[in-house]
């Protein structure tokens, strides 16, 4: 059975103080793995789709890379709008497209 | 990236009632939409993968009879909780496929069954 683990549950980090954020996962054939970004009370956010081992993508102060294991989202100098839920998800090759979600990383950033 | 809508955003209905909620793909056309459940403090659960013009594909322990999903159009599908009751009162969210294999949220509807 496809499962998504993702550590830590929660995270608090001061403004500028970098971290990375772990997901580990077993699926049976990868298709994706995808990160998003979800506010309280929204829908995730896309950020990120990374296919194969190796595969690294950046977006303004984040940077997510994979392994054939687990995927890191790297946080460098947060600000507290980065303050949110990360989700990570995976699809697998049998999945129809679906995407099967860890619970989470709840960060937050202060001042 | 691509938008998706769903409307309502939050709704209130009475025991028993049922309640349709729309997902649109404003820009670009989705073959397949996904409806997936969130409650509080957990990560989205998928209950179904609806593909356009054909009957929706629902997850073990999703009842479709209660849970109807049309998907008329490539920018449209719909949910539609049937007999509603206080333990369905849940965040519904739905997500629809781009060509390029990336999946785009909606923005949710929170669903209160008194």
């Known amino acids: 059975e496809d499962q998504v683990t993702q550590s830590p549950e929660a995270l608090r980090l001061q403004e500028g103080e970098s971290s990375s954020l772990n997901c580990s996962y077993t699926v049976s054939g990868l298709r994706g793995l995808f990160w998003y970004r979800q506010d309280p009370g929204k829908g995730p956010e896309f950020l990120f789709t990374l296919y194969s081992a190796g595969e690294e993508k950046e977006k303004e102060r984040l940077k997510a890379t994979l392994t054939k294991k687990e995927s890191f989202l790297h946080i460098t100098a947060p600000k507290p709008e980065d303050s949110a839920t990360y989700l990570c998800a995976v699809q697998a090759a049998n999945s129809g497209y679906a995407l099967n979600f860890g619970k989470g990383t709840s960060l937050l950033v202060t001042p | 990236g691509a938008v998706v809508s769903q409307h309502p955003s939050w709704v209130i209905c009475k025991s028993g009632t049922s309640v349709k909620i729309e997902c649109r793909s404003l820009d670009f056309q989705a073959t397949t939409m996904f409806w997936y459940r969130q409650f509080p403090k957990q990560s989205l659960m998928l209950m179904a993968t609806?593909?356009?013009?054909?009957?929706?594909?629902?997850e073990q322990g999703v009842e479709k009879d209660k849970f109807l999903i049309n998907h008329a159009s490539l920018t449209l599908s719909t949910l539609t909780v049937t007999s509603a009751h206080p333990e369905d009162s849940s965040f519904y969210i739905c997500s629809a496929g781009t060509p390029g294999n990336e999946q785009f949220f909606g923005p949710g509807t929170r669903l209160t069954v008194l």
């Open positions: 609806s593909n356009e013009g054909s009957k929706a594909t629902y």
